[in-house]
């Protein structure tokens, strides 16, 4: 299954970036965690730099294809490219478990959702607003930051 999964991905990727959300929104960040696991085990290897880079770079920029700037949240794309709605995709968290899940680039993350102090609000609200659900794995995550 998670062969399938890949591919799927290799082939939505080519033309918009991510899988439509009609294919699980989750569909589109797991294989991106993958990727940068596989380019630090890579790495670790002594593998060529161009295979490590590549995946790094996905890794890295494809989480931010469907971070949609006007709602500050991830989001899911529909086949051509738009805005699916924030409630479109979700199978087993919501916006705001998946909008943290970019644990390998922080960093950026942080940048994204307009810079160090907004990104603590955000993660205020998420836990004081009732949005963390400690009884499913995709909020597992949080605990990091």
Known sequence: MMFIQRVLVEQWTMHVS???????????LRP???????????????KPADIVDFLY??????????????????????ANGSWAGESQGWTEGDKWAYSFDVVHDVTT????????????????QH???????????????????
């Open 57 to 78: 770079q996905r890794a890295l920029s494809a989480p931010f294809t469907l971070y949609n700037n006007e709602s500050g949240f991830m989001e899911a794309r529909n």
């Open 32 to 46: 991106i965690d993958d990727d940068y696991a596989v380019a630090e085990f890579a790495r670790a290897m002594g």
């Open 109 to 124: 993350l942080i940048e994204k959702r307009g810079g160090r102090e907004s990104f603590v609000l955000s993660l205020d």
């Open 127 to 145: 836990f004081q607003g009732g949005h963390n659900d400690h009884t499913n794995e995709v909020g597992a995550h949080l605990e990091r930051f």
């Open 18 to 28: 991510c899988i439509p959300f009609d294919n699980c929104f989750p569909h589109n």
